[in-house]
């Protein structure tokens, strides 16, 4: 028996499909991987696979198992939890009873034929029948950008707004499955993209911003012969970047000579390059600054800090590092471009993350998704319901400190401001531009210190809500912490507002607001008084600044510029107002300004503001 059976085995290398006590395995078709069978009962079989590198990736279809209980053991793989569908379309994963432990899996199927896989395949046929759904999709371009080693094409798609010139764009890079088996990045990808083409607005904003060249799958072969790790010359594809032309697979060829028809033109701002790992976690592979730059490795960190700001799929914790090297894509961007390229590895796990969420198709979407949403922050592109607040566009009030060096670089942007508690009024301040009625979060980053404080004070006001935030600041660095929630019931602006009190340093670094749609209550406080007057901002200013004011009851108003011995600068505001926030402009080179002999000189300057017979004064300073 044990001789027929190996026989059997033998013929599968060429004819894989094998039939044993009626039960019949098969791989036959695009990315499947079968190599033998073997059982001694008809119930428990063990199967090996076409191994490369690693042994892995298996996805093979078994029939004649309705009713059957049948228990797998594929000998030479290293899977938890796989995959089985009954459709080859809706797949669901053995639980830990059905796969107790590695490579094992036994079921009773309800169905007459099954198929099963390391995780949920994502063939040839699959991807072609994604780059159809694309192509049908507004604001797509379908290439071929060279053909592999086995004559595939390699498709690529490029997604942009073409009403847009390309001058006013960001361009970026992403490639995937350079290692056949790891699927789930596949689905990563398609996540980010189907995102990125769709009909929300935020989606249509980055689109007239970015401009995406997207190679899905760099091997082909590899994919289609159900490889682990290879292409179809047994030759990993990630490891041959540095090479000469001549001794470079077909497949790296064509990725780099259509980079750089790029690069010829302009910048990639960021590459990506998407793949899976065993391991139960999502990662990205960041380059040491040893073997880079401090400025590519706090990029690299940021570009990190803000996905895990977005996702609860991958924490700050779960990051990897190594020293960069030559063979890899990045290691070929480094050589040529250094640190004008954002480029780095992002790992998704077949299994599950590491707050012990399995993985699932509908997840991965999501992720991809928040990955987007990353991005735009990473970027500094802000769009009226989500965007970012940074501390170079605050108004600074006092001695606070600039800084942009840290060992670990949680914080956004090029730099953060710190300073350490006093008697004195010293603040930060964002302002919102006029926001459109509905509920926002409001959230801080910052650069978590030694010495930082843990009650930080945000103060968040819009004209009728008042709340104050107690914040730790001694962790949590580089990641989005919500402040408040606001309701905006009328068109409004928020204020956030960071003192220099508290029991350690104080950073101001920045501020995310988002919208989540209408209204939900009215929360808060009410500020006591009738109106409320905004420091000026920018300030100090030069040529003019903006005066922000709020009402809550129909009112005479009058907005009045002074210099410090009393004489009337100008009148900006002399009529009656209904509720509601409003901005005015104050300018020294208006004609409207009642100019003091000279013209208005550096020095500071008052904005008082009459509501009825209450009175509020802000002190301006000019510098020229």
């Known amino acids: 028996m044990i001789k027929s059976l190996r026989l059997l085995s033998f013929l599968l290398l060429t004819f894989p499909t094998l039939v044993l006590s009626q039960v019949i395995f098969e791989s036959s078709f695009d990315s499947g991987n079968l190599k033998t069978v073997t059982t001694t009962d008809s119930i428990n079989y063990t199967v090996t696979i076409h191994a490369d590198i690693v042994g892995r990736w298996f996805y093979f279809k078994i029939r004649n198992v309705k009713n059957k209980y049948v228990s797998v053991t594929v000998s030479n793989s290293d899977a938890t939890r796989p995959m089985y569908s009954y459709d080859n379309a809706n797949w ?61 094409p390699m498709l690529l798609l490029t997604a942009s707004d073409d009403s847009v010139p390309d001058s006013l764009k960001i361009f970026m890079w992403m490639h995937g499955r350079t290692h056949p088996s790891e699927t789930p990045s596949s689905y990563h990808l398609d996540g980010m993209v189907d995102f990125f083409l769709s009909d929300n607005e935020i989606a249509d904003f980055l689109r007239k911003r970015i401009k995406w060249f ?39 060829l064509a990725a780099k000579k259509f980079l750089l028809s790029i690069l010829s033109k302009k910048n990639i701002k960021v590459a990506l390059n998407m793949h899976s790992q065993v391991a139960h976690y999502s990662t990205f592979w960041i380059h040491t600054a040893a073997s880079t730059s401090d400025y590519f490795y706090r990029r690299e960190m940021q570009f990190a800090n803000l996905q895990a700001a977005n996702s609860p799929y991958i924490p700050q914790n779960d990051f990897s590092y190594s020293a960069l090297q030559a063979y890899f894509p990045e290691g070929w961007m480094w050589a040529n471009w250094r640190d004008s390229i954002m480029a780095l590895t992002y790992e998704t796990p077949y299994t599950r993350f590491s707050n012990n ?23 500094e592109l802000n769009h009226p319901k989500w965007f ?23 914080y956004y942007g090029d730099s953060y401001q710190y300073i350490t508690p006093s008697s004195y009024n010293h603040y930060v301040e964002w302002n919102t531009d006029f926001l459109i009625p509905g509920k926002y979060l409001v959230y801080a980053m910052w650069q978590d210190l030694p010495t930082a404080a843990s009650n930080a004070n945000y103060e968040i006001t819009t004209s009728t809500y008042l709340s104050n935030k107690i914040i730790n600041q001694k962790s949590n660095g580089g990641i989005w912490q919500l402040l408040d929630s606001v309701n905006l019931n009328t068109t409004d602006y928020i204020t956030i507002k960071l003192s220099n009190k508290g029991d350690g340093t104080v950073v101001a670094d920045a501020i995310r607001v988002i919208y989540t749609g209408t209204p939900t209550s009215i929360n808060g406080r009410t500020i006591v008084s009738e109106f409320d007057l905004k420091q000026n901002f920018p ?21 009045t510029i002074y210099d410090l011995l009393g004489r009337r600068i100008a009148t900006l505001i002399n009529e009656q107002k209904n509720p509601g926030s409003y901005e005015v402009e104050f300018s020294t080179i208006n004609e409207n300004v009642n100019r003091i002999s000279g013209g208005l000189a550096s020095g500071v300057y008052l904005a008082s503001l009459r509501v009825g017979n209450e009175i509020k004064t802000i002190k301006m300073t000019l510098v020229k």
């Open 388 to 410: 970012v607040l940074d501390n170079k566009s605050a108004n600074i009030v006092g001695s606070w400190l600039t800084s942009s060096v840290n060992s670990n670089w949680n």
């Open 92 to 152: 669901d994963r053995f639980t830990s009873a059905e796969s107790p432990s590695k490579n094992v899996f036994k079921k009773t199927y309800s169905n007459d034929s099954v198929y099963v896989a390391y995780y949920i395949p994502y063939s040839v046929e699959q991807l072609n029948n994604k780059f159809a759904d694309w192509k049908a999709r507004a604001h797509t371009k379908i290439d071929t950008i060279g053909f592999s080693e086995q004559n595939r």
């Open 357 to 379: 969420v399995w993985i699932d198709n509908n997840i991965l979407s999501e992720f991809g998704r928040q990955s987007v949403m990353g991005i735009m922050e990473y970027l």
């Open 539 to 559: 300030n100090p200013f030069n040529s003019s600044t903006k005066i922000r004011f709020s009402v809550l009851n129909s009112a005479f108003c009058t907005l």
């Open 214 to 252: 997207i190679l899905p799958s760099i091997n082909p072969d590899g994919v289609f012969l159900g490889k682990s790790r290879v292409n179809s010359n047994n030759i990993d594809l990630e490891r041959q970047w540095n090479l000469h032309d001549t001794s470079t697979p077909k497949e790296v």
